[in-house]
């Protein structure tokens, strides 16, 4: 296969938002704090070391403690929970949902990006310890997102009705999915693997929190990585102040309102706030705080309280208010000694929205890195792609522009009409000159014939074109098949494809890949041959 590689602007994939922070444009300078260049992060770990407190750390290993002490773990992640309680211990932080077996290919890219990280920072600031941090959405009421994962263009879905925050959401009827998969993946060592790694994370667990706990510890517990569940009421605790402020001042819907409306001018917004940008929570309910006629409301219930009543259950159950995007970014930042968020376009596009909000709060607004983005390909695919001549940007193209591009490197002479309708258009010229020069009237007719023509030549480069496909057929359809092979809906494969499937084709290997070839540093779509 061409050795050459895709710059993520080159992709087609990114918007223009993450292509200009990539390229350092200099408007974006104001919605973010550190550019991610490896000499920034001594900045950074000088600025979050003032406003984050040895408080914050104990409550933090203590509720890590107890969040894992059911869960078998590495000496790498014990070691990493307890390096938290010192002063030169940093996090780096990525989320996901909850995603039923992991959902799509870019939860381990999320994964493998972050630990890639925290060891090139301590190759560079060997005095500071750096720890990985997975936080799990568990709040998230977005059921329907992550209750299915795609396996060799199978949907495996678990059908269930969920009303409160996922992480609570009993794992009752996967074992319904689980039948559906094992069927799926057959009989093997690696089958049996998966399989069992799929029963002991969601028929041995009550919950889906615990369930995703148990699968991301199994994946990665050796290289330290540490999981982390925001509903927690020690850790709501802390976050009790910005709560407070919320409720009472809405600062945050004045700030990312002011943002978003510079932030407009040249880019698209990814959210909008709300005048109170938390979520009321139970078992069962979650559901958006309101305040109208001077009482706060829960929506769709018939709870409300006055200000003193809602600030007293404040005190009493923190656990039972939940930020929505737009508050739980600062919520992360006040309880992690975090330096970096890593995450896709999308997340990054609204952290860029939260900055001035960061700023009202006093709290350091991390790097934002956009997190690894890959295309996995087999042996026989590349070879495939050698044989049709296609390059990575090829592969990468438009369907339609690269059967067109194609068919003219096919085809033995060009169908390209550029220089007759040039010739043409010069000769039209000159008659119109004639025209001008006997009667006025006449170049309305000239001018209509010059379209005519232009327009009999596009006809002809459409049917020539249209002709050499059809003798091309063959070689067209086996493009076709790999580009579909390899952006499965001529979408991102890392947005359809499970894991799974490519754990079974290189024998388990797949994150020893991952880790060796994923540079979370560079600028270039990864694209790894197995």
Known sequence: MPSDCISYKNSGYFTKLIVDYLEKKPELNTFYNQYPDLENFKKQLDEKALNFSQQHRNVLVTELEKQHQNFQLSAATKHNISLLSDSKTYTVTTGHQLNLFTGPLYFLYKIVTTINLCQELKKAYPDYHFVTVYWMATEDHDFEEINFFNFKKIKIKWDKASFGPVGRLSTEGLADVFDVFAKELGVGTNADLLKALFENSYLKHDNLADATRYLANELFSDKGLVILDGDAVSLKRLFAPFVKEELIHQTSFQKVTKTNALLEQGYSIQVNPREINLFYIEDTLRERILFENNQYKINNTSLTFSETEIIELLDKSPEKFSP????????????????????????????FQLKSNFEANNITFPILLLRNSVLLTTSKQAANAD?????????????????????????????????QKK???????????????????FSGAVKAQEIKQIKGLDNLEKRMLKAEKRVHAEKLERILNLQNELFPNQGLQERKANFAEFYLDVNGKLLEKLFDELHPLGSNFTIITL
């Open 324 to 351: 929505n995007v737009i508050l739980r970014p600062l919520y992360q930042e006040v309880i992690l000694p975090n330096l970096c968020y890593i995450g896709g376009g999308g997340e990054l596009a609204y952290w």
């Open 387 to 419: 044989k049709l001549e296609l390059s990575w940007q090829d592969l990468f193209t438009n369907q339609q522009e690269l059967f067109t591009k194609k068919t003219n490197n096919f085809s033995q002479f060009t169908i390209d009409f550029t220089e």
């Open 423 to 441: 010739f043409l258009s010069q000769q039209f010229k000159k008659l119109n000159e004639i025209a001008l020069q006997t009667d006025k009237s």
